[in-house]
């Protein structure tokens, strides 16, 4: 028989494998345009999408230039892709790069007509519309690198990044229709060499090639200033800078690279570099088995391991659920910058990849983030044992020293909040998707008040705590705040006022009650500022700036409503829009007996044949400045949460 340490042994050699295969098929970000249309399954523009992207890319005559552009299908149901492979890559890497994006894009973006992947050697899109030739600036993306240049130095370094850059805009923009591409390196402060590239794809004419580069150029100091290197992605041209050299120095930029001929002399070189990565390969691959087996065995040694002066016996019933934190730490990166999601007053959240490929959220409490050991016992404890499609699931977490982690799935798009109070994002937010989160929402608060197994009270429901998975589908998030309520309990009082500006019921803000209708008021909150695009608490009318409340209370009683529904919604279900904010209203009411439950909200969402009563008055009671000094203290911590820089790793969260 096959002994435990061989299966292991061998466990581990699969999962290399299967690392080393996940990580070549991550690309840097991908974008699916929701706002250019979805297509239906079986319909013609499926058939065509997927014939093309059948198509090996070898099969294509421009793959020997980086280039790859073709078009399947006629009139509207035309599909167009544009393939472009950076331009110091070999022809055999810019085919399995194509392939590898033409694979994954259809995936990563089901039933949407246009859609962009970037990996680090390629660039693909498809489109229902024609591409070829049209410089497009959008959707942008922009990485860096965590390290700094010597505050002495910045200005300096800053000069001659400028310089490389135009001198290589002027290059590429001058190449042929085959490939505009450009690098080169520099002299740059503290004795280090500046290394750059610049591409447009080669459809682009002179002027648009230009243009598209020193827009980039433009965003540098936006994204990378003072950093050692950087990038600006667009869809027609990108731009590249580092310390340390990242291209193929050989490549003679003016003309396409000649792939299936190398020159003479080029044999032993290329000999030489595949050795080199072979050796590099397998060094790593040892490196990672043994490190693997090294945390195997202190899994097996300590399955439990315990902060130094708290005991963990609460937890002990989802003891199964916890992470090696050095595990944790291989996921993130070492919680590199590279994968910072996002950062509020309880910590930074990181995105990170399992050995299985799989992709996770990674949230790291702060020492002084305010939720400390029982907040954090109180989300592992209560979210473990929620199931629902409208939460976000907990995979699991981790308590080493001081640190404690908790691992969730990851959420493709971010949070609600990122799109909706966005001036250019939140056009991606069409009625339909909103009101898809809406109901959404509604659903995930029923599961939690009254159809797990558990009533929880969340305490914290906003914007920036409802995530969005690819489809936007939403999920509730952040159960550090949430109560358990017994089955028969109806209230509760505490001492400690936790929550943020704009979404607590007055109640609860005022004396410390909360209830499940603490919940519905956030809910009401919530659906108004959906259906406005603009926040509770900084709510602008033209010139005029006041709360959602007062404005959509009183557009209510003077029977305009929908003069609230945010203006870059060109269509929409007006019905549907008016009781939207009649069930908003309802929410926010000041009698507490007075707000609908949730099951009666899905209700009225769900069935037109209910009439819905009449709402009274909101409660002012933010605009009380007593009030609002009295419990600012309290509300510091989360205000920094709700105003949090939260930002897409490569994208998108």
């Not at 050095?326 to 999601?341: G, P, Q, R, Y």
């Not at 995530?467 to 109806?490: E, H, V, W």
């Amino acid at each position: 028989m096959v002994s435990s340490r061989w299966l292991f042994f061998l466990s581990a050699i699969f999962m290399l494998t299967a690392l080393a295969v996940a990580q070549s098929a991550e690309p840097l970000n991908h974008f699916c345009l929701y706002e250019k249309g979805n297509y239906t399954a079986n319909s013609t523009y499926e058939t065509n999408l997927n014939q093309l992207l059948s198509s090996d890319v070898s099969s294509d005559t421009g793959s020997n230039s980086g280039f790859y552009n073709s078009s399947y299908g006629q009139n509207s149901d035309q599909v167009h892709a544009i393939g472009l492979c950076r331009g110091d890559v070999n022809s055999d890497v810019c085919r399995d790069c194509l392939n590898t994006a033409k694979s994954l894009l259809p995936q990563r973006c089901p039933n949407q007509k246009e859609a962009i992947v970037w990996y680090d050697y390629c660039m693909f899109r498809y489109s229902n519309r024609s591409i070829y030739g049209v410089m497009e600036t959008s959707p942008p993306f922009s990485l860096l690198n965590t390290q700094n240049v010597s505050a002495n130095y910045v200005e300096q370094f800053n000069a001659v990044l400028r310089t490389l850059i135009e001198n290589l805009t002027s290059q590429a923009k001058d190449g042929g229709s085959l490939r505009k591409f450009a690098a080169n390196s520099a002299s740059a402060p503290e004795f280090k060499t500046l290394y750059a590239l610049v591409q447009c794809t080669p459809d682009l004419s002179v002027d648009d090639c230009e243009g598209c580069l020193r827009g980039a150029k433009e965003a540098i100091p936006q994204c990378c200033n003072g950093k050692i290197g950087g990038r600006v992605v667009r869809p027609s041209c990108n731009i590249r800078f580092e310390t340390n050299p990242f291209f193929n120095s050989t490549t003679d930029a003016s003309a396409p690279p000649a792939y299936n001929t190398p020159t003479t002399g080029s044999k032993g070189n290329s000999t030489s570099r595949t050795v080199i990565i072979i050796v590099v390969t397998i060094v790593a691959s040892v490196i990672l088995l043994i490190t693997t087996i090294c945390i195997y065995r202190r899994v097996r040694r300590w399955p439990w391991v315990k902060p130094e002066s708290e005991p963990v016996d609460e937890i002990g019933s989802v003891e199964s659920l916890q992470f090696d934190f050095d595990a944790i730490k291989v996921a993130t990166d070492n919680f590199s910058e590279e994968n910072k999601l996002g950062q509020g007053g309880f910590g930074v959240v990181y995105k990170g990849k399992l050995p299985n490929g799989q992709a996770i959220a990674v949230k790291r409490l702060s020492t002084d983030s305010g939720q400390g050991d029982s907040e954090f016992k109180n989300e592992v404890l209560l979210v473990a044992k929620l199931q629902h499609r409208n939460l976000v699931r907990l995979q699991g977490f981790c308590l080493q020293r001081n640190e404690r982690l908790l691992v969730y799935e990851f959420v493709q798009n971010t949070s609600l909040d990122h799109f909706l109070f966005d001036p250019i994002k939140r056009a991606h937010l069409d009625w339909e998707r909103r009101y898809k989160i809406i109901g959404g929402i509604a659903r995930g608060m029923l599961y939690l008040h009254e159809d797990s197994r558990l009533r929880i009270i969340h305490r914290d429901l906003k914007a920036s705590n409802i995530l969005l998975d690819g489809d936007m589908n939403p999920k509730i998030s952040d159960f550090g705040m949430a109560r358990l309520f017994l089955l028969d309990q109806t209230q509760a009082n505490t001492s400690r006022i936790v929550g943020t500006y704009g979404y607590m019921a007055p109640e609860y803000a005022m004396h410390g009650q909360f209830s499940l209708k603490s919940d519905v008021f956030s809910f009401g909150v919530l659906v108004l500022e959906i259906v406005s695009g603009q926040r509770n608490h900084c709510f602008r009318n033209g010139e005029n700036v006041g709360d959602l409340l007062s404005y959509a209370w009183r557009n209510w009683r003077e029977g305009t409503a929908l003069d609230i529904v945010d203006s870059t919604m060109s269509s929409g279900s007006t019905s549907e829009m008016i009781r939207c904010i009649h069930i908003g209203l309802l929410c926010v009411q000041e009698n507490v007996a007075d707000r609908p439950t949730m099951a009666s909200i899905v209700l009225m969402l769900n069935s037109y044949s209910i009439t819905l009563p009449v709402p009274s008055q909101p409660a002012f009671f933010m605009n009380t400045s007593s009030i609002e000094s009295e419990v600012s203290s309290k509300w510091e911590h989360s205000i920094g949460v709700t105003e949090s820089d939260e930002r897409s790793k490569r994208s998108s969260v």
